[in-house]
């Protein structure tokens, strides 16, 4: 396994959580480590992603204000604190590694498996 997520669960809205996705080393040395999500039904959608020195960072606008993504490189392992849940960002959550930054899910070549996220109202 080179990408494991964890740290979902269940929350009531307007709360918080923080997703961690430990990397092997291999995968970890990507430029680009990113976070998708999907709920039932719909696509795989980009949330966040950051480059291998931490210095960018790039979110979806439903986001941006309330989570940030960050790495440790000494860990091999990013994280996506997610703060002032809605119940909107109900979805199972993955993390994703890519040598270029990319918008789309098809541009990562690996990834963890999901984590579900539940925020009820």
């Known amino acids: 396994v080179q990408l494991q997520a964890s740290g979902g669960g269940l929350v009531q809205a307007g709360g918080s959580l923080r997703l961690t996705c430990a990397a092997s080393?291999?995968?970890?040395?990507?430029?680009?480590m990113g976070w998708f999500r999907q709920a039932p039904g719909k696509e795989r959608d980009f949330v966040a992603a950051?480059?291998?020195?931490?210095?960018?960072?790039y979110y979806t606008d439903s986001v941006k204000g309330r989570f940030t993504i960050s790495r440790d490189t000494a860990k091999n392992t990013v994280y996506l604190q997610m703060n002032r849940l809605k119940p909107e960002d109900t979805a199972a959550y993955y993390c994703a590694a890519s040598q270029r930054f990319t918008w789309s899910s098809s541009g990562y070549a690996y990834w963890g498996q999901g984590t579900q996220v539940t925020v009820s109202s």
């Open positions: 950051i480059n291998w020195n931490g210095r960018s960072t």
């Open positions: 080393e291999r995968t970890f040395s990507s430029n680009y």
